[in-house]
């Protein structure tokens, strides 16, 4: 008779809240360290947690720190409904459970020799971050490294003093809002408007894409218009999910399990999925 | 409250602690009583109007809407009436399993009344909660008696309120023996408070008063009736719930705007607990009568504000004949017996915890309601709350006037009024101040 | 291959539970035959049958007291191996701020499945292939599974919902047990051919009063499962399905189905191999303490799909079309294999008698 | 908590039998533990003690009839930081909208000999028909769990876990034999808003249908299958429009019958 082999994967880990930071209205950047000590969990960029908040829920939240730095996770969590704003109105000190991580990860290795763009709408940087970080590390290997990102409005952008930072760093940022008052100097408009001006070589481009479906699908689209390869734009889907170990079966998209086989995947893979409504 | 020349005015427009909504006002008029109302402003439901033209099988669930805190009652007349009218010969054994869930009702029923509802007034509290803070053994005993008698009613009728079990002809589906096996362990424990309820409620402070209204509950022979049986009467009377419009009429009394159920040349009656006890003490289990009698209860039991007491008897008896029940029990070897409708008139009665529930029913060859009339303790006691009301404040009338308030609810109390029962009968003045 | 008398049976049965095996299997109970604790053979349903039709199941006697002669009921072997709740963790509020986490599980008893059809011996493989084959394994599941004891029986009855001939998957057993059965009647007398498939199968049938089963009466247990495969009930055309489906996401047979569908779930629970879950948050009304459960789910809920912002598959059209592409689509995807076994429970057990087979085919029509 | 810092929780009665808030009543394990984390500021049932408002939650049961109690609610949504409503009075109307598919005046003749006195409305109606509703708890009556998990949630400010699938996946987890298939018993179960946890086809009952329709229910096609099981039209009205008659869905299947 077999003895249990496994410890359980639905079993969290206590993580203590040592940072909070909130970035916009909604949002809060979260970092945290092993409540017992030693060093969080390593990632890879594009990865994502379950984040458990005491009696209020579970859900799937990505890594938004750097990989390169493991005594931290960072989270960046918009409130969506009661886990999120649970997580984000936790006190520094307080408690929260972590398992993971888990999924596919953004593929940074595979833009070096070339150029890496990387096209986030809203919350959808916070995924993108790592893989910024990762790109950062290895900048003399990379080619242009380019940021498009759009926010609805000024002050919903994420990782205002970063932007400056990256830029500072050898990156091309470009910003768009949907809306904005008369202060805002930058574009106006959707981040696929800027997918145009961004002056990367298509022939050697790896495109990496986070933010609401309509416009990932619109982005990608873009820039396979633009001459990027379908199998070289990368997108990060998002589903239900309440195990994010493939078992419940929640976050099936056709044929795929995207908390495993993704949540990063290659557009010309996923393309033919996203057309179908309600799969 | 107002003062106003030789005029007083004791009103309270919220009666909390009872079941349902309703109000209560006094007007004195130089020391003497002028004007003694119980209000019911519960909106009307029209339950007698909407089951005409329904189903005779649905008549037990949706009666039992009436009220949520004596559902089975409801079923089981509307039952009874049902069966009555179509000739339906329940089996003992069904009869059986309809008393035991019917003592559940009884004892959550009671055990909620007694220790949430009544027991603060006694000890002067507002609540059970706050009567927790410092009684907190008192409380919980009772919570746990009143659980014990949900349990029953949960396995016996899938939930504790507006229980799915019961049908016309008895149950859906019989409880197997090993289902009821974990209740004994609680209701064990509950006898045991309710014993101990006894002795509490004997102790408990309490003003002499007499009454001497008819008192009417049912009887049967063998058994403290509960379910089933005839009509009787402290004076005598012993008639079928088939007879009951020959010894009950509803008058409209001026002053009022209730109408007040009285016996044919007898007036003023009272049914629920004290009558239940006057007329079937040599029913009760012995168990039950030794606890009566040690905490100086006897028959004839005419004080209200002993009724108390009287539930606590009460309560004894139902965990031990639910005790009884469930030892001796076999499942019946059909749930139920077949029914089929048939033009015809049916009556039934039993005691709700309140006391005597009748329902009468018209249908036609196809079972469809062609009329409905439901009588509920309620309303039959209406005037005796009235009446004690009135006893009350011209015997402590100098009492203040926030104190005779909370007297005369307490003596409202008494009689457990339940007002959900009873709007759906009683003439209504809509009256929201 | 040795051959049981019923005394013989009886004696498996108590050799099972000397090792301290508790004992599941097929009983009569509230007009179905159900998979519930049995103590001995006379719990077994002798002389039943089921009949089935979409929409319908009937118990009906039979003209012998055969003890497995019945198909499949509305339970299945998942109700045990993966319950419809399990708890996964406690957690507990301590005070400076902290939380306590505690593993739900409880060790499991060792269970033997008695009567297990060869449909849900693959039903069984099938769940091990998504909770134990995977990128991660169910711990609690593998801790369940790992101490089951499984007694086949091949089947000696077809439903008219059965299909496991298309599917592959019955009606003989032939993996996944560790004894299997087939029941012999023959005027009015009942044998049991008894064969182990594993070792300790093997011990135990050794232990057994009983004698070698004689050419003739193994010929006669082939001649049992030939007659059920021949008396199939329903058949499906998997011929290329999996493509055909990709294929069909636009085919107006999903809004004719989406029609009569209640989109009630009972598909879901009631098949051996749907496996998804949802987890349920409680909490005590002091807040210090919460528990996550595990719960069956469906994908004919609205929630199972629910984003911030709106649902996936709101339309019931949506969710049938989900529901029946991974049973005999997807699934192949994912897991190698079709997810439908052929029991034919979603056909008996929905409660308008949608009928996988016929929605199957239907697809295979071009539309207008 | 400090007793300043606890919420404040307030019952209401509209019409009703009761019943919903008894079932606060009867949870007899967590009452002390409930009257510890919240105070009872209002819940006559139970109290005579009342605080004014406002209040952090009010519970309301019961429909509204009258016009004073249409007034009234307004009264109570105003003092009311949150307002949840529990049962199907307080949700649907409750079984005494029967009265919305009748003449009122017909019904108050027969149940009263003075009409004239009883002041009434000639519907029955939802409260989230008068005033805003935060959440709405389901079933004739409510269950006690649900209505405890609707407290702890409010109290830990979260939504309550009260899931809107159909009566048919507690009924199969709980592992009852499906008595519509297994019997030929007609069971609303499908079209039904899950939380009682299956109670009727445990018994041996299809279910009627107590907690309102369910999240996307197929009214039409249940109605159908039932035709074929034996029910007449007359059934299918009585079985749509009993205790949540005025629930869109279980309305609009009954006057397909009428
Ligand atoms: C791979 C992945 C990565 C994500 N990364 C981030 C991140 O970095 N930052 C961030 O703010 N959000 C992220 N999200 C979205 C986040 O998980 C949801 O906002 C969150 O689940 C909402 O939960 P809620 O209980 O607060 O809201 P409610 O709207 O009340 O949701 C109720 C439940 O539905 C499910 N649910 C609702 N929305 C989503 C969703 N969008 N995705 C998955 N499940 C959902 C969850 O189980 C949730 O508990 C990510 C989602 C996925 C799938
Ligand atoms: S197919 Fe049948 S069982 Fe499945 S959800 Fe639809 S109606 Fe329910
Ligand atoms: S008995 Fe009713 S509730 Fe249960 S599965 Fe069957 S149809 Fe659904
Ligand atoms: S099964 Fe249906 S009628 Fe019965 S209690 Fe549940 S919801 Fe109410």
């Keep these: ?279 | ?433 | ?368 | 908590m400090t007793a300043a810092a606890r919420k404040t929780l307030a019952v209401w009665k509209f019409a009703s039998c009761d019943g919903c808030q008894l079932s606060l009543l009867d949870c007899e394990d967590e009452l002390l533990a409930l009257a510890d984390a919240v105070e009872i500021a209002h819940f006559l049932e139970a109290s005579s003690g009342v605080v004014a408002g406002p209040y952090d939650l009010s519970l309301v049961e019961g429909s509204i009839t009258t016009p004073e109690d249409a007034e009234r609610i307004k009264e109570v949504r105003r003092s009311s930081r949150r307002l949840v409503t529990i049962g199907a009075c307080a949700t649907a109307g409750g079984i005494q909208a029967l009265r919305n598919f009748a003449d009122v005046r017909d019904f108050m003749s027969v149940v009263y000999a003075t009409p004239a006195y009883v002041s009434t409305l000639a519907t029955s109606t939802a409260i989230s028909a008068h005033v805003p509703v935060d959440y709405e708890l389901h079933g004739c009556p409510v269950n006690k769990h649900q209505l405890l998990e609707v407290l702890s949630a409010y109290l830990n400010d979260r939504r309550p876990e009260i899931p809107s699938y159909s009566v048919c996946v507690e009924c199969k987890r709980r592992g009852n034999v499906c008595v519509m298939v297994a019997r030929g018993t007609p069971c609303l179960g499908p079209v039904t808003h899950a939380g009682c946890g299956a109670i009727c086809p445990a018994y041996d009952r299809g279910c009627y249908g107590c907690f309102g329709p369910m999240e996307s229910p197929n009214t039409r096609s249940l109605a159908g299958w039932l035709q074929e099981l034996g029910a007449s039209d007359r059934d299918l009205l009585r079985s749509f429009r009993t205790y949540n008659a005025a629930a869109g869905p279980f309305r609009e299947e009954s006057e397909a019958h009428g």
């Design chain 3, 1 to 368: 291959m040795k051959v049981l008398d019923p005394r013989g049976l009886e004696a498996l049965l108590e050799a099972l539970v000397e090792r301290g095996y508790r004992l599941i299997g097929p009983t009569v109970a509230d007009g179905a035959i159900v998979y519930e604790e049995i103590r001995s053979i006379a719990d077994l349903p002798a002389g039943w049958t089921d009949e089935q039709e979409a929409g319908t199941y009937r118990l009906r006697r039979r003209d012998d007291d055969a003890l497995f002669g019945y198909a499949v009921g509305p339970q299945s072997w998942k109700r045990v191996l993966h319950p419809p709740s399990v708890t996964l963790f406690r957690a507990r509020r301590d005070g400076d701020g902290g939380m306590e986490l505690v593993d739900g599980a409880e060790e499991p008893e060792p269970l033997a499945f008695i009567g297990v059809r060869s449909c849900d011996l693959h039903a069984i493989a099938r769940l091990d292939r998504v909770l134990l084959g995977g990128r991660f394994v169910d711990a609690a599941y593998e801790a369940r599974r790992g101490r089951v004891f499984v007694v086949a029986v091949n089947c000696g009855v077809a439903a008219s919902t059965c299909f496991c001939v298309s599917m592959e998957t019955g009606p003989r057993a032939t993996s996944g047990y560790d004894v299997a059965l087939t029941e012999l009647l023959e005027d009015g007398d009942r044998h049991y051919l008894a064969e182990a498939g594993t070792g300790r199968g093997e011990e135990l049938l050794a232990e057994l009063p009983g004698r070698e089963a004689t050419a003739g009466e193994v010929e006669a247990g082939e001649q049992v499962v030939e007659r059920t495969a021949a008396s199939m009930g329903r058949e499906l055309d998997t011929e290329g399905l999996p493509e055909l489906l990709a294929a069909s996401r636009d085919h107006p047979r999903w809004d004719e189905v989406a029609d009569r569908c209640l989109t009630c779930g009972n598909c879901t629970m009631v098949c051996p191999t749907c496996f998804c879950t949802t987890v349920e948050d409680v909490t005590d009304l002091a807040g210090t303490e919460a528990e996550r459960r595990q719960v069956w789910d469906s994908c004919f809920t609205l929630d199972f799909t629910y984003l911030h912002g709106g649902g996936v598959r709101t339309s019931p059209r949506g969710r049938y079309r989900h529901w029946l592409t991974h049973k005999l689509g997807t699934w192949h995807d994912q897991f190698g294999s079709s997810g439908c076994v052929g029991c034919g429970r979603c056909i008996a057990w929905c409660p308008v008698g949608i009928d996988i087979t016929e929605e199957a085919a239907a697809l295979r029509e071009a539309p207008e």
């Design chain 2, 1 to 433: 409250m107002a003062e106003n020349g030789g005029r007083r005015t004791i009103k309270t427009d919220f009666l909390a602690r009872v079941e349902g909504e309703g109000a209560m006002r006094v007007v004195i008029r130089e020391g003497s009583v002028e004007h003694v109302e119980l209000r019911i402003y519960e909106p009307p439901r029209f339950f007698e109007a909407f089951l005409r033209g329904r189903s005779f099988l649905e008549a037990p669930d949706i009666t039992a809407r009436i009220c949520g805190i004596c559902p089975v009652a409801y079923q089981m007349s509307a039952c009874n009436a049902m069966e009555d009218a179509l000739g339906v010969v329940v089996d003992e054994p069904v009869w059986a399993l309809r008393r035991l869930l019917y003592c559940g009702e009884w004892i959550e029923s009671h055990a909620l009344h007694v220790y949430l509802l009544h027991a603060p007034d006694f000890l002067g509290y507002e609540s059970a909660p706050a009567m927790a803070r410092d009684h907190p053994e008192l409380v919980a005993q009772g919570l746990e008696l009143k659980k014990a008698g949900n349990q029953l009613m949960t396995v016996i009728g899938g939930r504790e309120i507006h229980p799915v079990n019961v049908r016309v002809g008895g149950f859906y589906r019989a409880p197997t023996r090993r289902e009821l096996a974990p209740l004994v362990e609680p209701l064990e424990r509950a006898r045991e408070i309710a014993l101990e309820t006894v002795r509490v409620a004997a102790a408990l402070p309490c003003p002499e008063l007499e009454l001497d209204h008819e008192l009417v509950a049912l009887r049967q022979q063998g058994e403290y009736a509960i379910e089933r049986g005839r009509i009787v009467s402290s004076r005598g009377r012993d008639f079928t719930p088939r007879e009951f419009d020959d010894h009950v009429v509803e008058e409209h009394v001026e002053r009022s705007n209730a109408l007040h159920a009285q016996l044919v040349g007898g007036g003023t009656y009272l049914v629920g607990p004290l009558a239940r006890f006057t007329l079937g003490f040599d029913e009760l289990t012995p168990l039950a009568r030794e606890a009566a009698v040690e905490a100086g209860l006897e028959p004839p039991a005419r004080n209200p504000f002993k009724s108390i007491v009287v539930r606590s008897v009460e309560l004894v008896h139902a965990c031990d004949e639910a005790l009884r029940l469930i030892g001796g029990y076999e499942p019946p070897d059909r749930p139920y017996a077949d029914v089929e409708p048939r033009a015809s008139v049916g009556f039934g009665a039993t005691e709700a915890p309140r006391g005597l529930l009748w329902h009468r029913y018209e249908l036609d060859d196809e079972g469809t309601i062609l009329d409905a009339r439901i009588v509920p303790p309620t309303s039959q006691n209406q005037r005796a709350i009235e009446h004690d009301l009135r006893w009350f404040v011209e015997r402590y009338a100098d009492l203040p006037d926030d104190e005779l308030g909370l007297r005369c609810e307490q003596a409202i109390r008494n009689h457990d009024p339940c007002i959900s029962c009873a709007t759906h009968f009683l003439q209504l003045e809509v009256d929201r101040r």
């Design chain 1, 1 to 279: 008779m077999a003895e249990p082999a496994t410890a359980s994967h639905f079993l969290p880990e206590p993580y203590r809240v040592v940072r909070r930071h909130r970035e916009t209205a909604d949002t809060w950047t979260l970092d945290l360290e092993p409540a017992a000590g030693g060093d969080a969990l390593a990632f890879a960029p594009g990865q994502f947690t379950m984040v458990y908040a005491f009696g209020a829920g579970e859900v799937p939240i990505s890594l938004s720190g750097d990989p390169a730095r493991p005594e931290r996770l960072v989270h960046t969590v918009r409130i969506a409904g009661a886990t999120t704003r649970a997580i984000c109105t936790l006190d520094r000190g307080g408690v929260l459970g972590i398992r993971g991580p888990y999924g596919t990860a953004w593929p940074v290795d595979r833009a070096l020799g070339g150029d890496l763009v990387i096209a986030a709408g809203g919350i959808g940087l916070a995924p993108l971050r790592p893989a910024l970080y990762a790109a950062l590390a290895r900048r003399e290997e990379l080619g242009r490294v380019v940021l498009l990102y759009g926010g609805r409005s000024p002050d919903q952008l994420l990782y205002g003093p970063e932007l400056e930072r990256w830029r500072a760093a050898g990156v091309d940022v470009h910003v768009t809002v949907d809306r904005a008052g008369r202060e805002w100097r930058g574009p106006i408009g959707v981040v696929t408007t800027l997918i145009e001006r961004a002056g990367f070589d298509p022939e050697r481009t790896t495109a990496l894409v986070c933010g609401p479906e309509v416009m990932m699908r619109f982005a990608a689209a873009g820039f396979v218009r633009a001459g990027v390869g379908a199998e070289r734009v990368f997108l990060s889907m998002e589903r239900n999910m309440k195990c994010a170990l493939g078992q419940c079966g929640r976050c099936q998209l056709g044929p795929v399990f995207v908390c495993g086989d993704g949540p990063v995947f290659r557009y010309s893979e996923i393309e033919p999925l996203l057309a179908v409504p309600e799969l």
